[in-house]
């Protein structure tokens, strides 16, 4: 399953503003845009490469590279991975790996006569994760006659967690229920599937949930505070920049762009209940 990548879809974004001079070096096809994930105690299955489009071009679909030969390694044993069933993902399919905290870990493939390399450490995870509220109540009557003091009386979400410097983290939100129920006029199956939401990085110590996202669907929300590696915070902050200040975008591939990181969470879970 693919994790969370929507939020982390910035890095390309970033890449494509690049500056003309590190096009001029070599043919733009011939740039590998490495986009790759580890989670703590997850399965290694978000590994994403493309070809660097053109600068100024008007080609707006990215190549997929789905034909690497790429190994991951940790702690000096070398796993060999494989293309995934999405075009352009990689992944290991074998139960020996695991993606453990404080752990380095190395990614390195061949390709157009260069080899890629990169390396991440995976953060500890935060800690003292806590929510305000476990239990919230809808009253579809109250609701439906008057949305607004009904949606200003709700209780405030608010998800903390203990300080860490100045590490980012981010929360992600979920609806879990297997056969999610919209909240609308009498409820409803969920006609887009189960509710998602992903904030942005944040570098404070707890985040509090709108309540327009308390108010999607019924039933057992999990949140995930994420605390994310150096080098994605770094990129984050340079991305936060006029990209026209920078003479190339920021990266940690060896021979390549793109980024390889590690995140690692802590949970804690609501209910939406109908009254």
């Given at each position: 399953m693919k994790?969370?990548?929507v939020l982390l879809?910035?890095?390309?974004l970033f890449f494509l503003s690049c500056e003309k001079e590190i096009l001029q070096q070599s043919d733009p096809e011939d740039i590998i845009v490495v986009e790759a994930f580890l989670y703590a105690g997850e399965s290694v299955d978000n590994i994403y490469l493309t070809a660097l489009l053109p600068y100024g071009g008007t080609d707006?679909?990215?190549q997929v590279i789905s034909d690497a030969e790429m190994t991951?390694?940790?702690n000096e044993n070398t796993y060999q991975l494989e293309p995934a069933d999405s075009a352009g993902f990689y992944k290991y399919s074998g139960n020996d790996l695991e993606i453990i905290e404080g752990d380095k870990y190395q990614i390195e493939f061949d390709y157009y006569d260069k080899t890629i390399i990169a390396e991440t450490v995976v953060p500890d995870a935060p800690t003292g994760v806590t929510?305000?509220?476990?239990?919230?109540?809808?009253?579809?009557d109250e609701l439906l006659a008057n949305p607004r003091e009904f949606i200003?009386?709700?209780p405030q979400i608010e998800i903390n967690w203990d300080e860490s410097g100045d590490d980012y983290f981010y929360v992600l939100?979920?609806?879990i229920e297997e056969n999610p129920v919209d909240i609308e006029l009498g409820g409803g199956s969920g006609k887009f599937g189960n509710f998602k939401f992903i904030s942005t990085p944040v570098k404070v110590n707890s985040y509090r949930l709108l309540p327009l996202i308390i108010i999607q669907q019924y039933g057992t929300h999990l949140i995930r505070v994420f605390k994310v590696n150096k080098e994605y915070a770094d990129l984050y902050e340079s991305v936060e920049q006029d990209s026209r200040n920078l003479n190339e975008p920021l990266t940690n591939?060896?021979?390549?762009?793109?980024?390889?990181?590690a995140f690692s969470c802590d949970s804690v879970y609501f209910e939406v209940v109908q009254q």
């Open positions: 994790k969370i990548s879809l910035i890095p390309l707006t679909v990215f991951l390694t940790h929510i305000s509220d476990t239990d919230i109540y809808i009253d579809e200003q009386n709700l939100v979920e609806n591939i060896t021979n390549g762009l793109g980024i390889f990181t």
